[in-house]
């Protein structure tokens, strides 16, 4: 008679359970096979992946690794769902951004969209990329308010187009309980944005009369986006919010809402990234400590937080852009398991311009597959359970709780952002992700990693020039490596060819095909084009090879013992061939008489920025 362990499974149960230092021995048996002694535990952290804040993603978690109770869906702390049911009932509300000018076009695809399976709108109103607070009436043509949602962002304009929407809802006689969306007053939002100093009165008026005659309808979004597009980390982003929406709630109450009315009027929304895991814990984070908040003010049930979820814009490329589509399905995959009620996929080609009707479709397709097709919507908080994914949403909270707290002794989120708090500790952060971006430890595909030199650029119609006067920068991953691209392709336009590195690979394929092939990796990323023929050379033939190349440059690729052997006659070769520099793929104790060195962790950016100037590429 088989006896069943406490759970009821029999599975595996005749076997002993593995230790923690029995799986970490197999670890040192598989390292040291690598060539690493490591032993105890260096050799789960070798294994350990830095993810920024401080945080660590370990290659093993058991159920020790949990802390805290994540509750139940639906209930404080709200952390697996903000619902009961979670996304099971229709999927989450899949959310379309819009920034066109012409309203007539603007309702094009709007309908398009409508009928096509988006289920909410997200408008850009007023300034140099939205459609005019006079032509939203035009552009909303057909669209059935009492159904389609509308997300207004309108910046400084918020004002008219708030009373341009609800003028609209009331000429088409719609009953006030009926109208649904938010007006996406975010005061201080648009301060980070612009600089401006915050005023909250409009946005305080606004959500009283929501409050009081339009059920259905929130006045204020906590706008995480500029501190993430600034390059701020998860937490920073989670402890602004949290700032932000605590400072709402002051004003709010001030104006005589309760707690729980003045929770009812906001709307959080926060990036999603290609880092799934991190997406997912960083809503669940966020949702438990809004909990918090309201528990301390107060209204533990009022806790429960509205999340719209944005696929990152800093993690799109101007480069194959095609391979942002990826990435913009992990971001969506996140979001919806992470529990946000409403996600917005960018078009794969925003990065670009103005987005086509077949990226908007491709879009808006991303949250239909996986609701329907992958059926992440039909379970409630999918990733409960996971032990890696509570640990992390544990750690991310204590982290943003921490800078959360750190804002509020600085004198709150407008004092933060007036004395250049929130500048400064951001410019920190991206600082130090930009040299990891540099290095390729953060690699980017298509950009920093398998670069195609002949690939056709994708053209758009440009966007609106955005305006960074006084408020936060926006960051692309890209943007060093775009800049070197950029100087090659200028280079070709007024030269007819790229600038050229020779890779002088020596000895045969097994020895030198390693190294050639990161070197050109490499050079690729920054626009030069590598040539490798013959594909090995040695002493005799290297000066020959090197003229028919059309290089200037030459780079020596194969194991550090035929350096030993080999690299100091083809370097002398080369050099009285009229090779300008000598690149070496290894370190510098591979062979000391190559002008640069370059390897895995070095500074790519740097290098060929300074090789691009010496050869004289504007």
């Given at each position: 008679?088989?006896?069943?362990?406490?759970?009821?499974?029999?599975?595996?149960?005749?076997?002993?359970?593995?230790?923690?230092?029995?799986?970490?021995?197999?670890?040192?048996?598989?390292?040291?096979?690598?060539?690493?002694?490591?032993?105890?535990?260096?050799?789960?952290?070798?294994?350990?992946?830095?993810?920024?804040?401080?945080?660590?993603?370990?290659?093993?978690?058991?159920?020790?690794?949990?802390?805290?109770?994540?509750?139940?869906?639906?209930?404080?702390?709200?952390?697996?769902?903000?619902?009961?049911?979670?996304?099971?009932?229709?999927?989450?509300?899949?959310?379309?951004?819009?920034?066109?000018?012409?309203?007539?076009?603007?309702?094009?695809?709007?309908?398009?969209?409508?009928?096509?399976?988006?289920?909410?709108?997200?408008?850009?109103?007023?300034?140099?990329?939205?459609?005019?607070?006079?032509?939203?009436?035009?552009?909303?043509?057909?669209?059935?308010?009492?159904?389609?949602?509308?997300?207004?962002?309108?910046?400084?304009?918020?004002?008219?187009?708030?009373?341009?929407?609800?003028?609209?809802?009331?000429?088409?006689?719609?009953?006030?309980?009926?109208?649904?969306?938010?007006?996406?007053?975010?005061?201080?939002?648009?301060?980070?944005?612009?600089?401006?100093?915050?005023?909250?009165?409009?946005?305080?008026?606004?959500?009283?009369?929501?409050?009081?005659?339009?059920?259905?309808l929130r006045a204020l979004a906590v706008d995480a986006l500029p501190y993430h597009e600034a390059g701020g980390s998860a937490a920073e982003e989670l402890g602004l919010s949290l700032s932000t929406g605590v400072a709402c709630l002051r004003a709010l109450t001030a104006a005589g809402l309760s707690v729980e009315e003045a929770c009812a009027q906001l709307e959080f929304r926060y990036a999603a990234t290609a880092d799934q895991f991190l997406t997912i814990a960083k809503l669940r984070a966020a949702r438990r400590l809004w909990a918090r908040v309201a528990e301390v003010c107060g209204a533990p049930d009022a806790g429960a937080q509205r999340q719209h979820a944005v696929t990152s814009s800093v993690m799109m490329t101007r480069r194959d852009p095609w391979v942002n589509m990826l990435r913009t399905t992990l971001a969506c995959l996140g979001a919806g398991v992470g529990g946000a009620e409403s996600v917005t996929v960018l078009p794969f080609d925003h990065a670009l311009g103005l987005p086509d009707a077949f990226a908007r479709r491709i879009a808006r397709n991303t949250s239909t597959i996986l609701i329907e097709e992958s059926h992440l919507a039909r379970v409630t908080d999918p990733a409960g359970g996971s032990w890696y994914?509570?640990?992390?949403?544990?750690?991310?909270?204590?982290?943003?709780?921490?800078?959360?707290?750190?804002?509020?002794?600085?004198?709150?989120?407008?004092?933060?952002?007036?004395?250049?708090?929130?500048?400064?500790?951001?410019?920190?952060?991206?600082?130090?992700?930009?040299?990891?971006?540099?290095?390729?430890?953060?690699?980017?595909?298509?950009?920093?990693?398998?670069?195609?030199?002949?690939?056709?650029?994708?053209?758009?119609?440009?966007?609106?020039?955005?305006?960074?006067?006084?408020?936060?920068?926006?960051?692309?991953?890209?943007?060093?490596?775009?800049?070197?691209?950029?100087?090659?392709?200028?280079?070709?336009?007024?030269?007819?060819?790229?600038?050229?590195?020779?890779?002088?690979?020596?000895?045969?394929?097994?020895?030198?095909?390693?190294?050639?092939?990161?070197?050109?990796?490499?050079?690729?990323?920054?626009?030069?084009?590598?040539?490798?023929?013959?594909?090995?050379?040695?002493?005799?033939?290297?000066?020959?090879?090197?003229?028919?190349?059309?290089?200037?440059?030459?780079?020596?690729?194969?194991?550090?013992?035929?350096?030993?052997?080999?690299?100091?006659?083809?370097?002398?070769?080369?050099?009285?061939?009229?090779?300008?520099?000598?690149?070496?793929?290894?370190?510098?104790?591979?062979?000391?008489?190559?002008?640069?060195?370059?390897?895995?962790?070095?500074?790519?950016?740097?290098?060929?920025?300074?090789?691009?100037?010496?050869?004289?590429?504007?």
């Amino acid at each position: 008679m088989t006896v069943l362990p406490a759970d009821g499974l029999p599975l595996a149960a005749e076997f002993p359970d593995p230790s923690h230092d029995q799986w970490q021995s197999l670890v040192e048996g598989v390292l040291r096979r690598s060539g690493r002694e490591v032993t105890g535990t260096a050799a789960e952290e070798a294994l350990s992946t830095a993810l920024g804040d401080g945080l660590t993603a370990r290659p093993l978690y058991t159920s020790a690794d949990v802390s805290a109770d994540p509750g139940l869906p639906g209930f404080a702390p709200f952390t697996r769902g903000s619902r009961a049911a979670g996304n099971t009932t229709d999927g989450w509300d899949v959310r379309q951004r819009h920034a066109l000018t012409d309203p007539v076009r603007l309702n094009e695809a709007l309908l398009g969209d409508l009928e096509n399976g988006v289920t909410s709108l997200w408008l850009a109103v007023g300034g140099p990329g939205g459609v005019p607070v006079s032509g939203l009436a035009r552009a909303l043509e057909g669209v059935h308010l009492d159904l389609a949602p509308v997300v207004l962002d309108a910046g400084t304009d918020a004002g008219p187009a708030v009373r341009e929407l609800l003028g609209l809802c009331e000429t088409r006689g719609l009953a006030k309980e009926s109208v649904r969306g938010c007006l996406g007053l975010d005061p201080l939002g648009n301060a980070a944005r612009t600089g401006a100093e915050p005023e909250l009165s409009e946005a305080v008026h606004w959500a009283r009369i929501c409050s009081g005659e339009y059920p259905g309808l929130r006045a204020l979004a906590v706008d995480a986006l500029p501190y993430h597009e600034a390059g701020g980390s998860a937490a920073e982003e989670l402890g602004l919010s949290l700032s932000t929406g605590v400072a709402c709630l002051r004003a709010l109450t001030a104006a005589g809402l309760s707690v729980e009315e003045a929770c009812a009027q906001l709307e959080f929304r926060y990036a999603a990234t290609a880092d799934q895991f991190l997406t997912i814990a960083k809503l669940r984070a966020a949702r438990r400590l809004w909990a918090r908040v309201a528990e301390v003010c107060g209204a533990p049930d009022a806790g429960a937080q509205r999340q719209h979820a944005v696929t990152s814009s800093v993690m799109m490329t101007r480069r194959d852009p095609w391979v942002n589509m990826l990435r913009t399905t992990l971001a969506c995959l996140g979001a919806g398991v992470g529990g946000a009620e409403s996600v917005t996929v960018l078009p794969f080609d925003h990065a670009l311009g103005l987005p086509d009707a077949f990226a908007r479709r491709i879009a808006r397709n991303t949250s239909t597959i996986l609701i329907e097709e992958s059926h992440l919507a039909r379970v409630t908080d999918p990733a409960g359970g996971s032990w890696y994914v509570e640990r992390l949403t544990d750690e991310l909270a204590s982290a943003a709780w921490s800078f959360f707290q750190e804002i509020e002794r600085a004198g709150g989120q407008a004092a933060a952002l007036r004395s250049g708090m929130v500048r400064e500790r951001i410019a920190d952060t991206w600082a130090a992700r930009s040299r990891d971006l540099a290095r390729r430890k953060e690699p980017v595909t298509g950009v920093s990693e398998f670069p195609s030199l002949a690939e056709r650029p994708v053209e758009r119609v440009p966007a609106p020039a955005v305006v960074v006067d006084g408020g936060l920068p926006r960051v692309r991953r890209d943007e060093a490596f775009e800049a070197l691209r950029a100087r090659s392709d200028r280079h070709l336009a007024a030269t007819g060819s790229r600038p050229r590195v020779f890779l002088a690979a020596l000895g045969p394929a097994s020895a030198h095909t390693a190294r050639a092939s990161f070197a050109a990796n490499l050079f690729l990323s920054g626009g030069v084009e590598p040539v490798q023929e013959p594909v090995s050379v040695d002493a005799s033939t290297a000066a020959a090879a090197f003229a028919a190349s059309g290089a200037t440059i030459a780079c020596l690729c194969s194991t550090d013992a035929l350096y030993a052997e080999r690299a100091e006659g083809v370097a002398a070769a080369l050099r009285t061939a009229g090779a300008e520099r000598i690149f070496l793929a290894g370190r510098p104790d591979a062979f000391a008489g190559a002008d640069v060195h370059v390897f895995a962790g070095c500074d790519v950016v740097a290098v060929l920025s300074s090789e691009l100037d010496r050869m004289g590429v504007a």
